[in-house]
Structure formats: structure tokens, C-alpha cells
């Protein structure tokens, strides 16, 4: 089964797209990866009671950043995860890079 490509994957696929214009592909790349998953699983006749996908277990350690709300690979793509205070934070690469940029002009 395919799986789908991280945005760090993406933005060196495309280095000049946004990151909005990658998300928005990778999420029509998403539905299309879905149709054709479920075409193969239905050609080998993988049911509904096999093993869990791999879609299920990616999906567990993809991270939703706390300001962009897009969802990030903290592993393949960076990033971190953490709390302030008692609040679970999480930020993608992209976030976390305007945030130090932010506090470096504050300096």
C-alpha cells in the first residue's frame, strides 16, 4: 500500500510552493492514495477484519501544530512537542523557525 508523502517530502519535491499549496496537494493526494488503497484491497481481497493499516499507525505519530494546524511528522520533518505550563504544545518546523525568528528580533 502507498503511503502518503510527509510535507518534507513535498517541499523538496516542489521547493517552490507555500506550504499551504503543499498541504492542500498532499491532502488531494491523500484522498487519491485512499481510492486506490481500497481498488488494491478489494483485487487481493483484504477485508475489514486483517491486520490494522499502516495509514493507522502513521496517523498516531503525526503531531498537529499548535498555531498552523496543519499536521506534521515530528520525526521526518521536525518540529517539536511540549507544554507550557499544564498546555500541550506542538510546532511544526515552519512555526517553530517564524517563532525563534520572532524572539531573535525582540533581542
Not at 477485508?47 to 498537529?64: R, T, V
Request: aromatic share 6%.
Amino acid at each position: 500500500m502507498k503511503k502518503k508523502k510527509t510535507i518534507h517530502k513535498l517541499a523538496k519535491q516542489f521547493p517552490g510552493k507555500t506550504y499551504r499549496e503543499l498541504e492542500k496537494y498532499r491532502e488531494t493526494q491523500e484522498i487519491l492514495l485512499k481510492q486506490e488503497n481500497e481498488e488494491l484491497e478489494e483485487k487481493i481481497g483484504i477485508g475489514h477484519n486483517g491486520p490494522p493499516e499502516e495509514d493507522d499507525e502513521e496517523k498516531n505519530k503525526l503531531e498537529i501544530c499548535s498555531v498552523c494546524r496543519t499536521d506534521f511528522d515530528l520525526d521526518a520533518e521536525g518540529g517539536t512537542k511540549g507544554e507550557f505550563g499544564i498546555i500541550p504544545v506542538a510546532f511544526c518546523p515552519t512555526c517553530l523557525s517564524s517563532t525563534f525568528d520572532m524572539v531573535e528580533k525582540l533581542k
